[in-house]
């Protein structure tokens, strides 16, 4: 085994262990507080939990594949401003968006005072966003974009004969779209859908800000409330079982089919001229959904932001800034690192063990970050307890103490957030192919000269890509970063957070619209990226 063995498996057992520990912890001996859970709260929280997941994937399969279809194959006002606006929602985090709309809609909200100045009196209870159908609002508008993403890369990239041969045919626009383009797309839109999945579950703050009982806020209440690590293990074995199982159903529902052009003659889709009434209403549904899941909550933030710059904006706020980028830069370029180092491994390598080894990075990104917290917590327990006996038998003056520093902090995102670096590395080292590494290791280079020399320079582009989505996911952390951040030290996020929670959303704008502003940057440049290498 060579020294990119040693060190891909090193890193991969950071991600398998907290996993593993998870799981086992099911089996264990529950203590009164778990047969409290298990008896009077754990259908509350499955039933809220799948009633949000269900309903928020119907809803952003539909306005992310409608949204895919229409851009893909139709010409209509603003279509290429709408390509990547688009997609801005997900610079939002859900949980900013959930205070957005519940001060725009509650009684000191825009909507109401406006109504009131006409002397129109509404019923509270139709304007009260904080409830399930609240939550699966937030979460479709701010997630739907996952769908849209792949679904439209997917179409993109279709051979534009199979939709001129179901016109020949006689198909119109509702059945080609239901009889060809969603068979077709099916792979990419449930590829979407399962994202969409992922980040529900892995919610912490809107679940939270609406009182709503989900897994999430489960397993954050027993650990904080109850101080109780067993039950939160347990609760965090379920919810890594549900998320299991429908990783399975994706891929039993995707089989073994390939949805792939059978042929490398692939004329992408020519987008026809929508005319008349058709024209206007395609630019009528784009605008509403940018609209109301960027626009008017950016709008909304800016607004809040003016009115308590001042208040804000300190040496406090800079402190917050400078941490959020310095920690989530930290983790991002360590995730790179490890990234090149097993992406290095598996290009070079065939075999049972580099193939498992991509199976199993995605496995830390499926897995909701307060389950991962727990997992963290525990090993961190351990390592410090183990440090102190060592510190004893030795006769030193203090032990080593982790759980209260960065490090199980930086820990928890290179587990979670490793899959994204990953793929981004993954992708930039199936581009250069292997051709230009044999051509270095056939005029004598080692491999890892060869890495530095040959690989590196070649892979930029993927490592700066791979550095800043890395970036800008721990940028927008809540649910580790709440669990895991040591004493005195908060993020912009954490800190949006507890203004929120202390009903001082105004106050949350600025640091909510710095989040948003440098990822929307970072989606701009990756549109613009991808779209030229789609030309």
């Not at 139709?74 to 390509?83: I, T």
Request: aromatic share 16%.
């Amino acid at each position: 085994m060579n020294l990119w063995a040693v060190l891909s498996l090193l890193f991969i057992s950071i991600i398998i262990i907290p996993n593993f520990l998870i799981g086992i912890n099911l089996f264990t001996e529950p203590n009164e507080n778990w047969q409290h859970i298990k008896d009077y709260l754990l259908i509350n929280y499955t039933y809220n939990t799948l009633i949000i997941v269900v309903f928020t994937a119907l809803a952003t399969m539909f306005i992310g594949t409608s949204l895919a279809w229409l851009i893909t194959s139709y010409k209509f006002p603003l279509r290429n401003f709408f390509k990547w606006a688009l997609i801005l929602p997900l610079a939002i985090p859900a949980y900013m968006g959930a205070y957005t709309y519940h001060g725009i809609l509650n009684y000191t909200g825009v909507i109401q005072v406006t109504l009131r100045d006409f002397d129109i009196m509404v019923d509270q209870k139709y304007f009260n966003i904080m409830t399930i159908p609240g939550a699966i609002f937030i979460f479709t508008l701010f997630l739907y974009p996952y769908v849209y993403v792949i679904t439209k890369g997917f179409l993109e990239n279709q051979s534009a004969s199979i939709i001129e041969n179901a016109r020949l045919l006689g198909g119109n626009t509702f059945q080609i779209f239901f009889r060809v383009v969603l068979p077709l797309s099916r792979a990419a839109i449930i590829g979407g859908v399962v994202l969409v999945v992922m980040e529900v579950l892995n919610d912490y703050g809107v679940a939270n800000y609406f009182g709503i009982q989900t897994f999430s806020t489960a397993i954050f209440r027993t650990w904080y409330g109850m101080q109780d690590l067993d039950s939160a293990l347990k609760l965090a074995g379920i919810l890594m079982f549900l998320v299991i199982v429908i990783l399975v159903a994706e891929k039993l529902i995707r089989g073994r089919k390939s949805y792939s052009s059978s042929t490398a003659n692939v004329r992408p889709i020519e987008p026809k001229q929508l005319k008349g009434t058709n024209k206007w209403l395609v630019f009528s549904y784009c605008s509403f959904i940018f609209l109301i899941a960027f626009f008017i909550p950016v709008l909304q933030l800016s607004y809040w932001a003016f009115l308590t710059f001042e208040n804000v904006f300190s040496s406090e706020f800079i402190t917050l800034v400078y941490n959020s980028v310095f920690v989530a830069g930290i983790a991002s370029a360590i995730i790179v690192v490890v990234a090149l180092i097993i992406g290095n491994y598996t290009r070079l390598h065939r075999g049972f063990l580099p193939k498992i080894f991509s199976r199993v990075i995605a496995l830390g990104y499926s897995i909701p970050g307060a389950a991962i917290a727990i997992a963290v917590i525990t090993i961190f327990m351990s390592i410090d307890g183990l440090s102190a006996t060592v510190a004893e038998f030795l006769n030193l003056n203090g032990a080593m103490v982790l759980r209260t520093t960065l490090v199980m902090l930086v820990s928890a995102y290179i587990i979670r957030y490793m899959a994204v670096g990953f793929n981004a590395i993954e992708a930039g080292f199936e581009k250069i192919g292997s051709s230009y590494t044999e051509a270095s290791r056939g005029l004598g280079m080692s491999t890892i000269k060869t890495f530095f020399k040959v690989d590196i320079p070649m892979l930029r582009g993927a490592i700066f890509g791979g550095f800043i989505l890395v970036f800008v996911d721990i940028l927008k952390e809540l649910p580790l970063t709440l669990f895991l951040q040591p004493f005195n030290f908060s993020t912009l996020a954490t800190q949006a957070y507890r203004y929120a929670n202390d009903e001082m959303v105004h106050e949350a704008a600025l640091a909510s619209l710095f989040i948003i502003a440098v990822s929307s940057l970072c989606i701009f440049y990756f549109y613009k990226i991808l779209d030229k290498a789609s030309k």
